[in-house]
């Protein structure tokens, strides 16, 4: 079976200070992995993609994610928060178990950016 | 802009009442994913449609129901609506199916729903 696991549901950060966002996941298939960041009463964008090139991934805003398959682990870094970057975040893992891709999405962790 | 379209932004109506919420996906995209998402519920996966053929039920009630059309946009239908259906609705849109390599999902705006 497939599952996102995100460790935390909510992260607090001051604005400058480096940001981590803990997702683990669980698949029998090779995994797609991405990133998607949702701003309040908006819907989801793109972060970044995992799919079985680099496992050093770079998305866009300054975020980027480390795919290890050792540990089943796509963390998702960004070395100083704004705070245009408080927000939900969410990991997503897609697989293709049987002619058709199911994307699974974790609960999702909101991100808080203190002055 | 994420290039899929939904509408209406907002939707109030009352208990009991059905609501047709319409997605119009990326051009080129033929797989269309339907969400809800709530506060209590989170993000859920209700139904996904490949170029005019259901591919993958989620938590979608009874109630609920969806089709994708030839010109590849899609409905999601509600009715019988209950306070508890208040959400957003996101449609989402990839090129993912049978011969693709999953790409990501392109997500609307939503569709707010506000049952009274």
Partial sequence: AQSVTQLDSHVSVSEGTPVLLRCNYSSSYSPSLFWYVQHPNKGLQLLLKYTSAATLVKGINGFEAEFKKSETSFHLTKPSAHMSDAAEYFCVVSVQPSGTYKYIFGTGTRLKVLA | ?????????????????????????????????????????????????????????????????????????????????????????????????????AGELFFGEGSRLTVL
């Fill in chain 2, 1 to 101: 802009d994420s290039g899929v379209t939904q509408t209406p932004k907002h939707l109030i109506t009352a208990t009991g009442q059905r609501v047709t919420l319409r997605c119009s996906p990326r051009s080129g995209d033929l797989s269309v994913y339907w969400y809800q998402q709530s506060l209590d519920q989170g993000l859920q996966f209700l139904i996904q449609y490949y170029n005019g053929e259901e591919r993958a039920k989620g938590n979608i009630l009874e109630r609920f129901s969806a089709q994708q059309f030839p010109d590849l946009h899609s409905e999601l239908n509600l009715s019988s609506l209950e306070l508890g259906d208040s959400a957003l609705y996101f449609c989402a849109s990839s090129q993912a199916g049978p011969q693709v390599v």
